[in-house]
């Protein structure tokens, strides 16, 4: 599985894929596929296309950003609706889990018509605006500015009609009850609006936007209908600006062209997992560093920092590392929940190796340059590296692990050979996006071609039929991550406009606190909602708010935005909640509770080793400052 580049707990209501769809919904689903790889692909070809066209020609495609743009909003809308439907959302489930059954069905029938409570509102505010942007014309295509906002509107449709359907499938009493309940209560509420909207007012609205967004999340909701319910109900108590804001806001939130950038990594990294690609990279570290006592989980570690400069989707490096080395440590008679442990910990130090969604994403939301992210990120890597191989190293002499034998010169030579073009993707990825050959955007879908001749003509491990359904799978897991993305912009509009920010300033001032207490206090509250958020809905939310503080108080925005991916990483692969934790298990097949354990010390030197990133600034801004990104 490479499609996903940030690991959910998946909505455990899904449509069954072998439950037998009606006409309708085998069009819909039908309709929203092909919607969804024409969207990707026509970009892809489009964006590759205009590179070509301006280095060899010297004629740029100005139109390429009008283009990307209702790209982006097919892929967030369309896609995000799609992942629904196939149960791909961000949930948390740890704890309607333990209750008991008739709870759980409660529960199961309350997210579903809170899904459609916020797909019917969002949908209604999004018409208004629908035919407002009819008059609005794109400078270069003459396009109405419409077809921008129509992916939200028909992605609210898809929503509600799915969110009926689940509702047809639930127990039946539970669902007449609830229900019933539930319109009594939003009746209720509209009737007496008049006597209990004073009470909500001014800190009250704000006050209920965050209870609307965590209480619903922990009985199952996913996270981005959360966040978009949050945001309704901050607009509708606080009358601070017209509904239709909220609408507004979700289709800005993915109109960034950079943003294009993360399909187009995603699906490179299905091409490297599915192609050949990440395993010729394992082979080759194996048979330089494997021949070291506890020689493989060396492997893993520089593997994972190799195989992340190539997709950026956290899932897809798990993947591709876990799935080559499985087999290679089982009969060499590792441990495998030591092995699960030092994956997921490798892949917290992989978080800031460009290509990084959450980096990518982290550009998106602040003022932050893209490049300058990418390559700040790559020291900082290596310090938690090292870190992880020192533990390693000390466990494996307290242990008397065996010391493998060394690869001769022609078992190196061939690794070296194999991984020779598959290591150039990387080299290409960084130095275009350094040196100014092309945007993320434009970088990222030379990696996809570049991989393609790889996988399909080279090696010819991944044939058409496998590639479409990996176009689909990717737009979908894209999908899930915009439509995030676009209601966590508004949610943060909204507490923007409540003066959260501000009262956070003044909360920091007033109790004189230091560079290094904000930056340790923000470490924690990363990791902490990091775990329960998913990783990504936590950045999205909290970097736009304490990233101005960060600035005010004197702490360079670059450094700290590292430090936020990276406490990010480690909370979701924390365990016992950390949904990362969950896909590394699967993926080298151990439990939970025993990886769990191992993960400990992992997580010790992980933190620890964010703390020295955190308290020398140099690490960060080493590189950035020599190629002068950064002051």
Known sequence: MASEPM????????????????????????????????????????VFCSIISRSVFNSPWIWTDEVARLALSTIAFAGGAFAYRRGEHACLHTLIDALPVPAQRVCQVLV?????????????????????????????????????????LVCMLVLALTALQRLASLHRRTVLVVGGGFVVLVAALSLTQEIWLPWVEGDGALGLALGMFFLPVFIGLPVGFALLLGALAYLFASGAAPMVALAHTMVSGVSNFVLLALPFFILAGMVMNDGGISRRLVQMVHALVGHFRAGLFYVMVVSMYIVSGLSGSKVADVAAVGLVMRDMLRRQGYDME??????AA???????????????????????????LFIAGLVPAVVIGICLMGLIYVQARRSAAPRPPRADRGQITRATLGGL????????????????????????????????????????????????????DCAAASGMILFILSTASSFAWALTTAHLPDRLVELLTGAH???????????????????????????????????????????????????????MGIGTFMPPIGACFYITCAVCETTIEGAGRRMVPFLVVLVLGLVVVALVPWFTLFLPMKFHLAG
């Open 7 to 46: 690991p959910v707990v998946l909505d455990a209501l899904a449509i069954p894929r072998t439950q037998s769809a009606t006409r309708w919904e085998a069009a819909m689903d039908g309709t929203l596929k092909i919607l969804l790889a024409v969207s990707l692909l026509v970009e892809l070809v489009v």
């Open 112 to 152: 579903q018509f809170l899904v459609l409570t916020v797909a019917v509102a969002a949908g209604l505010n999004a018409y208004p605006l629908l035919i407002a942007k009819w008059l609005e014309v794109t400078t270069v295509l003459q396009m109405r500015a419409t077809w921008y906002v129509l992916p939200l």
């Open 338 to 343: 030591q092995s699960t442990a030092v994956l």
């Open 346 to 372: 490798s892949a917290v130090m992989g978080e800031t190796v460009p290509p990084s969604i959450p980096m990518l994403v982290l550009a998106s939301v602040t003022t932050l340059s893209t490049g300058a």
């Open 421 to 472: 073009l598959p290591l150039l993707m990387p080299v290409f990825l960084f130095g275009g996006i350094l040196f100014g050959v092309g945007t993320p955007t434009e970088v990222s879908s030379f990696a996809v071609v570049y991989g393609l001749v790889l996988a399909c003509l080279i090696y010819r491990e991944l044939g058409w039929r496998a590639f479409l359904k990996g176009v689909i």
């Open 513 to 567: 606190q230091s560079q290094w207490v904000f930056m340790l206090a923000s470490i924690l509250l990363l990791i902490v909602t990091g775990s329960v958020l998913e990783g990504l809905p936590a950045l999205l939310i909290l970097a736009p708010i304490l990233m101005p503080i960060a600035g005010q108080i004197g702490v360079n925005e670059l450094h700290y935005g590292i430090v936020l991916v990276i406490a």
